[in-house]
């Protein structure tokens, strides 16, 4: 098979490698697709395909443009990721030695993510609200990509989540689309190629990327990072068919966020609102710097789909909190299903509310308190917290927490 560092997608690859193979490439492709289903592998991939020693073809991976384009070392390489004044993700706020210029800490913090990606192109990027691609990043790409190859065949321009352009960007692109310089490829990779201005979009290929399939996922895991089989089909099972979620998750980073996510599910039904609305600042604290939030609703999804299956089927093989068994079956004994299905409901539409651009932090906190207000008429009736283990969160107890539910400003 074609491409056989880049894991599932196999129609695409064929086509893809069909192209080389014919010397029929576009000079503009976008892949888009779900996030960690491996568009920058592919698009990594490709550029070697077109370069390497002894191709163009199947990149051999030996020769010295194939390992310094995976490294993402070669001059006719051009990598765009998007970048921020935020620290560079291995080192969390707070601990910066502090750069000289904004412009600094921005070509700092893209480094840092192109290192990871250099690392793993299976990497999750932690990309944060401010993370863009500027106009001055395209000019950039511009002027470096208009001479011709330096060493290779062609010379290859990746522009990691090209969704984070702003106006000004596109348009510096869109030029760029329209004349490529010299033999220059461009690929973009995108999650949410609705965001990209259709006169982009129309310049490219699409090559669609589907989630991937669990077995390939779970195999992936077990021969790539040794991953015991047994946790790598746990991991895939709650991977939604990323393989970059998988390997989140299974990070301390990952296990932590999902660890909030159940302390979350525990306040949403056992604390008083304002414990939960503190709950939900403290995360936002915590993690100022990183898209955590869409992560938490995804781990709260997934804590409802166990709730759904508990309360449905009462088996507890296929759940993604299988560590939480008891407290979950506690929970979903105290749910009426329709109650649960309207929380997947709540959840599903912040998700889509987050997509559409809603202030993150604002949307969990509103659907919080649905959630919280939905599981109200059973909560009366029951005390809830003799039937989960207690893991409140480090909040501190205040008068105020008696306020009543109906004092907070409506949650919907
Ligand atoms: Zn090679």
Sequence with gaps: MAFDRVVGHDRQRQRLMNAVAQDRLAH?????????????????????????????????????????????????????????????????????????SR???????????????????YAALPFGSNDILSVDDVRSLRKDASAKPFEGRRKVAVIVAADR???????????????????????LTASRS??????????????????????????????RYDIDPEEAGDLARRSEGRLS??????????????????????????????????????????HRDEPVMDKILDHLLALYRDLFILDTTGGSSTLSYTERVDALRALASGMDLEDIENGIAAIEEARRDIARNAHVQLALLVLVLRLRLKRGSEASRQSPSHQTPSRQSPSRRTPSDETPPHALPAAD
């Design 28 to 100: 503009g492709y976008l892949f888009c697709g779900p996030p960690g289903v491996g568009a920058e592998a592919l698009a990594i991939e490709l550029a070697c395909a077109v370069n390497c020693e002894s191709g163009p073809g199947e990149p051999c991976g030996q020769c010295r443009h194939c390992r310094r384009i995976r490294a993402l070392q070669h001059p006719d390489l051009h990598l765009l990721v998007p970048s921020s004044s935020a620290p560079p993700p291995d080192r969390p706020s707070g601990r910066g030695e502090g750069s000289s």
């Design 245 to 286: 979620e998988a390997l989140t998750a299974r990070s301390e980073r990952g296990a932590g966020l999902r660890e909030e996510a159940f302390i979350l599910l525990e306040c949403i039904y056992d604390a008083t609102p304002l414990r939960l609305f503190e709950q939900v600042e403290s995360l936002a604290a915590s």
């Design 103 to 121: 412009g600094d800490a921005r070509q700092e913090r893209r480094m840092g993510l192109a290192f990871q990606l250099a690392d793993d192109p």
């Design 165 to 187: 352009m702003n106006t000004a960007a596109s348009n510096a692109l869109l030029k760029t689309l329209e004349e490529p310089p010299g033999s220059l490829m461009l690929i």
């Design 194 to 223: 609705q965001r990209l201005p259709p006169t982009i979009v129309s310049r490219c290929q699409p090559v669609f990327l589907a989630r991937l399939r669990e077995a390939d996922v779970k195999a992936a895991l077990i021969e």
